[in-house]
Structure formats: structure tokens, C-alpha cells
């Protein structure tokens, strides 16, 4: 499946984005989704994830109750709204695609990925 991710751009701290990432090449309602963010001299992690119908979620400790993640699967489209956005959220997000999780994402659960998105916060 290839993906490509959308929306990223520079915002003021407590300011909102909405990352979108389209889906195509093969059925999308058959994949796991995930976004992924990789800052500045840092590894990549996890930021939040969902099932394949969508009735399962997995947001990272340091983003939960701010970030969403939804799909559409009648539109091959995954979406990360971004909340309260803070300076340490700047990072490069990657939107990836896989079979599932275990009791936490990880990078090795997922085999597509797209070429990431850039979500600076900074007044």
C-alpha cells in the first residue's frame, strides 16, 4: 500500500493541525494505521495508532487526550488531529500501514510507511 501524508506546516503553541494521509494500492479496510513522529536527534515513535475498523486505538502517553486518529475507509484516507499543539511536538510524521498490534505499536508492526510530513510549533 503506498501513503502519503498531508497538512503538516508551522503553528503557534495551542494552535490546532489535522494531518491527513491517503491510502492507495490495496484495500485499505485490511490494514492497521498508525502515525509515527521523528524529531531532531531523536528515534522514531509512536503516536498514535488504530485498527482496521477503526474500533481500537492506541494514543502515546504524551499525546493522549490531545491527538485523535481516525479513518475513513470508504475514502482510503487516515486523519491525526492535532490539539494543543506544543513546541515538543515538532517533529517529521509519518503515516504507516501494517497488520496489527500487540499490547503497543511498534515500528517493526507496520511495513509501509510514506515519506512523512514536517509539524513545526514555535511562536
Known amino acids: 500500500v503506498q501513503l502519503v501524508e498531508s497538512g503538516g506546516g508551522l503553528v503557534q503553541p495551542g494552535n490546532s493541525l489535522r494531518l491527513s494521509c491517503a491510502a492507495s494500492?490495496?484495500?485499505?479496510?485490511?490494514?492497521?494505521m498508525g502515525w509515527f513522529r521523528q524529531a531532531p536527534g531523536k528515534e522514531r515513535e509512536v503516536v498514535a495508532a488504530?485498527?482496521?475498523?477503526?474500533?481500537?486505538?492506541y494514543y502515546a502517553d504524551s499525546v493522549n487526550g490531545r491527538f485523535t486518529i481516525s479513518r475513513d475507509n470508504a475514502n482510503n484516507m487516515v486523519y491525526l488531529q492535532m490539539n494543543s499543539l506544543q513546541p515538543e511536538d515538532t517533529a517529521v510524521y509519518y503515516c504507516a500501514a501494517g497488520s496489527g498490534w500487540g499490547g503497543q505499536p511498534f515500528e517493526t508492526d507496520f511495513d509501509s510507511w510514506g515519506q512523512g510530513t514536517q509539524v513545526t510549533i514555535s511562536s
Open positions: 488504530i485498527s482496521w475498523s477503526g474500533y481500537s486505538t
Open positions: 494500492g490495496r484495500t485499505f479496510s485490511n490494514y492497521a
